[in-house]
């Protein structure tokens, strides 16, 4: 179908340079692979396992307790948008090891979230003030549809590695795939390399 008159929206001139295949994106756009789940504050866990074994666990008050940083940063999504200096409130993963006592031997986690997602990530790459469990976005409560009440904030990787809802980080000896990685992504998905798909 032509419509005349019409060729389409005109894409804003970012500011700085974006990973290579992006464009910029002054909105917010909403992508999951499920279900939006509604996880009461008072019923919200978050954990770090080993196998079987929960090594250590936070309520929503006990997450609040610990010590929270503010980060802005630009954030890329595989479908090639990219937003720039978002802003989160959370807590950074390195907090969460340090306050459970965890020296993990390992050198990946599986990050698992309610509803069932998973996405896999190396120990470098969560760790050393790099990712973080946000529950603020832009000032306020982040949404349910965005990940809230906590997603994963990964954001030198494409933002699929950032999970909605997250649950827990479960520590493996090997790298495995999560869902989209089992779906045929790339199982490290750096923007900057354009690491979309397996081969890439």
Partial sequence: MITRGFFGARRLQPPRPLPPGQYWEQGFPVLSAGVTPHIPLNEWRFSISRGNQELSTWTWEQMLALPHVDITTDIHCVTKWSKLDSKW??????????????????RFVMAYSYGGYTTNLSMGDIRGGKAYLAHEFEGKPLD?????????????????KSAKWLRGLRLIDRDAPG??????YHM???PWKEERYWGD
Avoid: C, K, M, N
């Fill in 188 to 190: 490290r998905g750096d």
């Fill in 179 to 184: 869902f989209w990685e089992q779906a045929g």
């Fill in 89 to 106: 409130r959370g807590v950074s993963i390195d907090t969460f090891f340090e306050a459970g006592g965890i020296a993990p031997p390992e």
């Fill in 144 to 160: 349910p549809q965005h990940g809230g009440p906590t997603r994963l904030l990964v954001p030198h990787l494409y933002f699929w």
